[in-house]
Antibody
């Protein structure tokens, strides 16, 4: 049973970098699948941020691409999200997820709320 | 990339059926059979209900079904139950090798 768990600061100051990590258990992240991040502003819909394939290839939402980096640490079986130059509009619940080859999200983390505020 | 278009809300009585549409373009919904549907209850993570347009993951009730015609995908829920009340989101792969979501539909079971 694959399990994903997000961790990171719940509060980030404007203009700083939001950094989150997703610890994966029950499956090796370098054994296939896409691993990614999705966010949901309070009271709003889902927004795809980006994904990383087990080979290390990354895919990003064009609207966020200039500010996003997703990376993997296979030694710790975890992957990470960095979102730079954040504003209040980046306040959201951030989910890490595992996608199949046809980009269906089969597994979700529980989500972590990140608030951008001074 | 533009979000896929879903109705903001739908409602029906228990036992009835509803269909939620998800309209995109030939660059996403119409171009690939990679449409998924998710159910989200308040305060919870989304749950995959349909993948690859019409396939149900193990454990999902057969009251849920998916289809696609042209640039529009649809989720049908038959025999509505109180527990089906939730937000539903569609998503699709795109020609840019990205993923796009619909705006979400709030289902109310009257």
């Amino acid at each position: 049973q694959v399990q994903l768990q997000e961790s990171g600061p719940g509060l980030v100051k404007p203009s700083e970098t939001l950094s989150l990590t997703c610890a994966v258990s029950g499956h090796s992240i370098n054994s296939g699948y896409y691993w990614g991040w999705i966010r949901q502003p309070p009271g709003k819909g889902l927004e795809w941020i980006g994904s990383i394939y087990h080979s290390g290839t990354t895919y990003y939402n064009p609207s966020l691409k200039s500010r996003v980096t997703i990376s993997m640490d296979t030694s710790k079986n975890q992957f990470s999200l960095n979102l730079s130059s954040v504003t209040a509009a980046d306040t959201a619940v951030y989910y890490c997820e595992r996608q199949s080859s046809t980009v269906a999200t089969e597994n979700w983390g529980q989500g972590t709320l990140v608030t951008v505020s001074s | 990339q533009s979000a896929l278009t879903q109705p903001a809300s739908v409602s029906a009585s228990p036992g009835q059926s509803i269909t939620i549409s998800c309209t995109g373009t030939s660059s996403d919904v119409g171009g690939y059979n990679y449409v998924s549907w998710y159910q989200q209850h308040p305060g919870k993570a989304p749950k995959l209900m349909i993948y690859d347009v019409s396939y149900r993951p193990s454990g999902v009730s057969n009251r849920f079904s998916g289809s696609k015609s042209g640039n529009t995908a649809s989720l049908t829920i038959s025999g509505l139950q109180a527990e089906d009340e939730a937000d539903y989101y569609c998503s699709s792969y795109t020609t840019s090798s990205t993923l796009v979501f619909g705006g979400g539909t709030k289902l109310t079971v009257l």
